[in-house]
């Protein structure tokens, strides 16, 4: 109970000696993290892209072993009803529209994370605006006190921007790989779907 308490008041001091942009701040790293960990969840929910190309090549060339996800996109693009690739293709837009666009459209922690340290420097400049305030003045001990929450606010602002950007652009960076991922799997369907659509129509003139 003590260390929470101890915690807890420690906190708070940090919170009020980084001034006015601690709020903001806060709001910041709120919106990243929340952001990113609901992109995560939503690659876990849609990890049909992490099939091998192995095992890829076999649910297309025998949709029926195929299940979940998968099998609704070898369904939707493999069915007798196409009848040209461009038909084929747009079907294949529509599926990555349906998945890509949804993560391009949440995919701003990227963006919001290089607001964090810029807020940080921000803050630095106001902390050094206020501890120059307090040199111009001489007035023994409020000086001091001036000066002390000027370094600390320039100090705890920016330590603060940095604490929520790095994990912020380790992040991003994780969930554009596997945006890249998704996107170069529904690529590798498209091709393979095509080669064998093509195969397909070449039948009847073969026979």
Do not use: W
């Not at 910041?28 to 969840?41: K, T």
């Not at 349906?98 to 990227?110: E, F, G, N, Q, R």
């Not at 554009?176 to 397909?200: G, H, P, Y």
């Amino acid at each position: 109970m003590d260390f929470y308490a101890q915690f807890k008041e420690e906190f708070m001091t940090i919170l009020t000696d980084g001034g006015i942009l601690m709020l903001p701040l806060g709001l910041l790293a709120i919106a990243i993290y929340a952001i990113a960990f609901r992109l995560f969840y939503y690659f876990v929910e849609h990890s049909f892209y992490k099939i091998k190309r192995e095992k890829l090549i076999e649910y297309l060339m025998n949709p029926i072993m195929a299940t979940g996800e998968l099998r609704q996109i070898i369904d939707y693009t493999q069915d007798p009803e196409i009848e040209s690739k461009d038909e084929l293709a747009s079907r294949f837009a529509e599926i990555s529209n349906a998945y890509l666009a949804h993560i391009d459209a949440a995919c701003v922690p990227a963006d919001l994370v290089t607001i964090a340290p810029l807020m940080g420097l921000l803050g630095t400049v106001m902390g050094m605006l206020t501890t120059f305030s307090g040199l111009a003045v001489s007035v023994g001990g409020k000086t001091v006190d001036q000066i002390a929450a000027g370094i600390s606010e320039a100090l705890i602002t920016t330590q603060t921007g940095l604490i929520i950007a790095i994990p912020g652009y380790v992040m991003a960076s994780m969930i554009l790989k596997r945006r890249d991922q998704m996107e170069a799997f529904l690529n590798s369907v498209q091709a393979i779907t095509t080669q064998l659509f093509e195969k397909k129509s070449k039948l009847p003139s073969d026979l």
